[in-house]
């Protein structure tokens, strides 16, 4: 592949710009212990719950965005355990999440770096996300990096998920920006590499903290564990 600069990089957000396994499984912690105090649901017994509640309502709904709201989940779990009535309770422990998934959000080594590079080449950049649009907003304004990003899609908006081909197509028609002329970097094979790579020509960029299979090694152009690692390729494009 040559050393010519994207016109846009494209990103993933949850699990690609910081940890969102860190952040749901602290926000989760402090629902369970409310839970135990108020309720008294056993860690177990929550564990249980909320994995039902997911299930449930991913099926019920299907591929679409709501099918990852957490009030949903919680909703069904103070159903689940009787508990009447619930509404005051269903408001409080989803503001109890989100307040501690956003207090301990924090980007990734060499993101801003990495964001400052992509502002000093003057090359856009573009977030496409699963999940809520205002949720996904204001975990880019906690993150510290709003006024990096031109543009941000949410499956919320489009009705429908990656690796739909429309969330793609869409973000290089708001870039203006051409096939072929996009790096995207994400977490998932299947839903950020492949999709990108078919349906916009990208150059990919797969994120990993975890050890990964030849076989997904292999889908993408490149992997790597720090944002510094993109940030040298871009300047190295740039000599």
């Known amino acids: 592949m040559n050393n010519t600069l994207p016109k846009a990089v494209i990103f993933d957000l949850d699990d690609t710009l910081y940890s969102y396994e860190l952040c749901h499984d602290l926000a989760l912690k402090k629902v369970q212990f409310k839970l135990k105090n108020e309720f008294g649901v056993s860690e177990n017994k929550f564990i249980q719950l909320y994995s039902q509640a997911n299930k449930e309502v991913k099926y019920n709904l299907g591929r679409v965005s709501s099918s990852h709201n957490k009030f949903l ?3 069904n779990i103070l159903e689940k355990i009787g508990f009447k009535p619930y509404v005051y309770s269903a408001l409080a422990i989803e503001e109890l999440y989100w307040q501690t998934f956003f207090d301990n959000i ?6 801003k770096e990495l ?3 992509l502002r000093l080449l003057n ?4 977030i496409i996300t699963n999940f809520s649009a205002y949720h996904q907003f204001k975990k880019v304004v906690y993150l510290g990096i709003e006024d990096y990003i031109d543009h941000i899609i949410s499956s919320e908006e489009l009705g429908c998920e990656k690796p739909q081909p429309k969330l793609f197509k869409d973000m290089i028609e708001i870039l203006d920006v051409s096939f072929g002329e996009i790096w ?3 977490n998932s094979v299947k839903e950020d590499i492949e999709p990108a790579k078919e349906t916009i020509g990208a150059k990919t960029f ?3 903290h975890k050890s990964l299979q030849n076989s997904e090694k292999l889908k993408a152009d490149f992997v790597f564990k720090d944002f510094n690692f993109i940030n040298k390729k871009l300047l190295k494009s740039n000599i």
Do not use: Q
Not at 106 to 111: H, T
Not at 123 to 126: A, N, Q
């Open 73 to 75: 989940y919680f909703k």
């Open 106 to 111: 924090e980007p990734f080594k060499g993101l």
């Open 115 to 117: 964001f400052e590079t």
């Open 123 to 126: 090359i856009k950049s573009g």
């Open 184 to 186: 995207m970097v994400g």
């Open 206 to 208: 797969l994120i990993s």
